[in-house]
């Protein structure tokens, strides 16, 4: 069945960086577009990027645009993000996904804090 195994989390600095990782199976990666998402405490999950299928074209939430980055490796079924220059607003589990699955996992906790 389909799955989504996040990983990466963990607590930093303002200002430093992190690299989320997330490994899919279940279906044919490569033929998918990839999402990530954030889910501020107390908030609903927010869409924050976007990687297609077909020339790997990128698409940001504006509020990460500039120090985020989104990339896969189709040979590993596995999409990153690259998160640069992280703000306390950061903070919160991060889940990737694949439409038109409605299936998540675990997600990875990212706490950005002095």
């Known amino acids: 069945q389909v799955q989504f195994v996040e990983s990466g989390g963990g607590s930093v600095q303002p200002g430093e960086s992190l690299t989320l990782s997330c490994t899919a199976s279940?279906?044919?990666?490569?033929?998918?577009?990839m999402q990530w998402y954030h889910q501020a405490p107390g908030k609903e999950r927010e869409l924050v990027a976007v990687?297609?299928?077909?020339?790997?074209?990128?698409y940001y939430v504006d509020s990460v645009k500039g120090r985020f980055t989104i990339s896969r490796d189709n040979a590993k079924n596995t999409v990153y993000l690259q998160m640069n220059s992280l703000k306390p607003e950061d903070t919160g589990l991060y889940f990737c996904?694949?439409?038109?699955?409605?299936?998540w996992g675990q997600g990875t906790q990212v706490t950005v804090s002095p």
């Open positions: 996904n694949s439409p038109p699955f409605d299936v």
């Open positions: 279940g279906f044919p990666f490569s033929s998918y577009s």
């Open positions: 990687v297609g299928h077909v020339n790997d074209a990128t």
